[in-house]
């Protein structure tokens, strides 16, 4: 059985500033992960994935994710905030088939001016 | 490469009725995936067709149908709709739908039922 716990509903930045959105994995072998971002009223855009290649996971507009076996966690960071960064975004954490994904609850990242 | 496509994008529907959602996937692709997305439960799987036929599926009654052409364009199917199905359905297609390939998501169509 596999899941994901994100673990901030909403995280609120200044422009300029870290980002930092977190998730913790669960699952009974080694799993895939991933983050996507969704916009206002668009699906969902893959922002990067981890597929037991290299840990520290670069991703696209800057994001970046390291995955961390030993505290199952899977944390998506970005140096700088940008204004068209703010958006909802979710973790997934895969298995072998599409079934077996399952989506944390989301996070809506809010980048104050 | 053209995205994939989804229509309508917004459909209003009453209890009662039914409602079929369309889905085009990136050409090549196989694999076709349907989500729905609501405030309270958030992404939930529904099921996935590969080269037409089901090949998983989740946790939905029944009243959820889908099916695939030969073209890889998936149709959803829900009858005798109710207030709670109404929710952004989110389509994805990839190009095996194994957990190593990438599922590229259509913009969703948004339905809400009075």
């Known amino acids: 059985a596999q899941s994901v716990t994100q673990l901030d509903s909403h995280v609120s930045v200044s422009e300029g500033t870290p980002v930092l959105l977190r998730c913790n994995y669960s699952s009974s072998y080694s799993p895939s992960l991933f983050w996507y971002v969704q916009h206002p009223n668009k699906g969902l855009q893959l922002l990067l994935k981890y597929t037991s290649a290299a840990t520290l996971v670069k991703g696209i507009n800057g994001f970046e994710a390291e995955f961390k076996k030993s505290e199952t966690s899977f944390h998506l960071t970005k140096p700088s905030a940008h204004m068209s960064d703010a958006a909802e975004y979710f973790c997934?954490?895969?298995?072998?088939?599409?079934?077996?994904?399952?989506f944390g609850a989301g996070t809506r990242l809010t980048v104050k001016p | 490469k053209a995205g994939v496509t989804q229509t309508p994008r917004y459909l209003i529907k009453t209890r009662g009725q039914q409602v079929t959602l369309s889905c085009s996937p990136i050409?090549?692709?196989?694999?076709v995936s349907w989500y729905q997305q609501t405030p309270g439960q958030g992404l939930q799987f529904l099921f996935e067709?590969?080269?037409?036929?089901?090949?998983n599926k989740g946790n939905f009654p029944g009243r959820f149908s889908g099916r695939q052409f030969s073209n890889s364009r998936s149709e959803m199917n829900v009858s005798t709709l109710e207030l709670g199905d109404s929710a952004l359905y989110l389509c994805?297609?990839?190009?095996?739908?194994?957990?190593?390939?990438?599922?590229?998501f259509g913009p969703g169509t948004r339905l809400t039922v009075l």
């Open positions: 997934v954490v895969s298995g072998k088939n599409n079934n077996d994904m399952r």
């Open positions: 994805a297609s990839s190009f095996t739908g194994t957990a190593y390939n990438e599922q590229f």
């Open positions: 050409s090549g692709h196989r694999s």
């Open positions: 067709y590969f080269s037409e036929t089901q090949r």
